[in-house]
């Protein structure tokens, strides 16, 4: 068991090294015995190399090459190595250059702590031995292979967060939904219907609700077949749903029964709003396939009418009863009408 372990290890640490190679390493430095000291002692790590001569150039070699470890000398002509780190740093979101390591080179003891408390990872003082520099530069890309890792880690997550939201709207928008006329359904209506009566209660504003029942629909279904009766009613929801305001809620109540929320809306409006619909359901005309050929089909609905407040509805379930009440009436004294609470 332990041998495996340490296999195991020296496996990762093999994974490891093998991960730090082909990564890229920019040197800044205006003395260029420093970058060609540099590049000699760790040229056999298989890293490659971008060298700039002042602080702009690194700016431009950053966008340019996106290397993986910043070395820059503390002092350069124009912008120095703690200038450019300042705004590496400030500029280290997804949006700028991202996360790269500095390490900064000075042959002054001093100025350390400031380089420090400025966001470079690490420091080091000229001269300094090549032993130490590899080290120091495998450990800092090594942390850049972390960040790297964490932050593809997290886009992942983004990105499954973001799946399941959508799988989370698309399942309660499903729950909500009649899947034949793509209307909300009667569970979803009730819950409309609170609260838009709270609110017509609470402002004394006027909120109406009809009713509608298409008429004969067993025998529509008895003559033509249940698949044209499933037409009618997509129908009769398009129908509806286009002569209705946006604001207006329009559910598939039931069978062939569909019910309609109007806020704001009198009963001189909301009379005119259902006799628009019983108008456009009198005018479709359907083609219905038979072994006799194509026949067209006619329709017509009735529709019960009520509004809230008055003397026949008190509450949410008395307002739907009253139409209720009316659509009977209406297809008691003929169908193809609308009757309203007065």
């Known amino acids: 068991m332990a041998a495996r372990r340490k296999t195991l290890e020296a496996t990762r640490r093999e994974d490891g ?41 690194v700016l431009s070699a950053i966008r340019a090459h996106q290397p993986d470890l910043l070395l820059m000398d503390v002092e350069m002509p124009g912008l120095g190595g703690v200038e450019v780190c300042r ?5 280290q979101g997804a949006s700028g250059f991202g996360f790269i390591p500095v390490i900064l080179m000075t042959a002054r003891r001093t100025g350390k702590v400031e380089g420090l408390e400025l966001g470079a990872d690490d420091y080091l003082i000229k001269p ?44 309660l928008q499903l729950s909500r939904t009649d899947g034949l006329t793509g209307l909300i359904n009667r569970r979803h209506f009730e819950e409309r219907l609170s609260a838009e009566f709270a609110r017509s209660e609470r402002y004394r504003s006027p909120l109406s609700c009809f009713l509608l ?37 329009l559910a598939r109540y039931g069978g062939e029964e569909l019910v309609a929320l109007l806020p704001e809306t009198s009963p001189e409006e909301a009379w005119r709003a ?9 005018a479709m005309r359907l083609t219905a396939q038979t072994e006799r050929g194509p026949e067209t089909v006619k329709c017509t609905a009735s529709i019960g009418v009520a509004t809230f407040p008055s003397d026949s509805s008190d509450s949410a379930e008395s307002l739907v009863s009253a139409a209720d009440q009316c659509l009977y009436v209406a297809k008691e004294n003929g169908r193809n009408q609308v009757r309203q609470a007065s």
């Open 17 to 57: 090294l093998r991960s730090l190679k082909a990564r890229t390493i920019l040197v800044a430095d205006d003395d260029r015995g420093i970058v060609a000291q540099v590049r000699a002692g760790l040229g056999d790590s298989g890293y490659g190399f971008v060298e700039c001569q002042d602080g702009t150039q």
């Open 87 to 91: 705004i590496v740093k400030a500029n």
């Open 128 to 171: 300094f031995d090549m032993l130490e520099l590899s080290a120091r530069v495998k450990s800092m890309l090594r942390l850049k292979g972390l960040q790297d890792a964490l932050v593809d880690k997290n886009r992942e997550l983004d990105r499954a967060n973001k799946e399941l939201e959508e799988k989370r709207l698309e399942l």
């Open 213 to 249: 029942d298409i008429d004969h629909f067993k025998r529509v279904n008895d003559t033509w077949g249940h698949p044209f009766g499933d037409v009618v009613l997509k129908e009769v929801a398009g129908v509806a749903r286009r002569a209705l305001r946006d604001v207006d809620v």
């Open 274 to 282: 259902a006799e628009r619909v019983r108008m456009g359901v009198e």
